[in-house]
């Protein structure tokens, strides 16, 4: 388990922290500040009445989380799924999310100035940057989710355990 309450070196101070994640072949980065904690899935219960891509809910600490697949979010038909897949648990403001990845790849920094937004509709992607031979998306916390919705699916099932 590793978690978001620690320091960063003073001598990077400033720059922007992000999570690179790997789903399906693809690497994604989030927000280091928007991570609680990165987690291995087990125990999903699922929630009837949910978003396609919602695959269920899990308790963490003394909070249950909604469990996201970015796999059917991102239109996936039939996904498929490592043996041991992880979950990063993201908070933003006061609403909670986990999302299912196939793993954590690193910890970096990056020149917002360098990104190349994105065309089209796609608002759950602020923009992408090469990396290497990899091109790697930044999911845009803030439109990624229905963060009212996802929210309500946390405190129904907390009610429930209740």
């Known amino acids: 388990m590793i978690s978001h309450k620690y320091q960063m070196p003073e001598k990077?101070?400033?720059?922007?922290?992000?999570?690179?994640?790997?789903?399906?072949?693809?690497?994604?980065?989030?927000g280091l500040p928007y991570v609680f904690r990165i987690t291995a899935m087990d125990?999903?219960?699922p929630v009837p009445g949910t978003k396609e891509y919602i695959l269920g809910t899990i308790m963490a600490g003394d909070a249950v989380w909604p469990v996201a697949d970015l796999r059917i979010k991102f239109g996936e038909k039939e996904p498929g799924y490592p043996c041991h897949p992880k979950g990063v648990l993201l908070e933003y403001?006061?609403?909670?999310t986990c999302i299912l990845v196939d793993d954590v790849q690193s910890v970096f920094t990056a020149d917002l100035g360098e990104m190349t937004p994105i065309f089209g509709k796609n608002s759950d992607i602020s923009g992408s940057i090469q990396i290497k031979?990899?091109?790697?998306?930044?999911?845009?916390i803030d439109?990624?989710?229905d963060w009212t919705f996802m929210n309500g699916i946390a405190s129904k099932e907390n009610r429930r355990d209740g």
Do not use: H, M, P, T
Not at 16 to 29: E, G, H, P, R
Not at 133 to 140: E, T
């Open 143 to 145: 439109s990624l989710f």
């Open 133 to 140: 031979d990899r091109i790697v998306s930044f999911l845009s």
């Open 43 to 45: 125990g999903i219960q």
């Open 12 to 30: 990077n101070v400033g720059e922007d922290w992000y999570l690179l994640l790997s789903v399906s072949n693809n690497l994604y980065a989030v």
């Open 93 to 96: 403001g006061e609403y909670k």
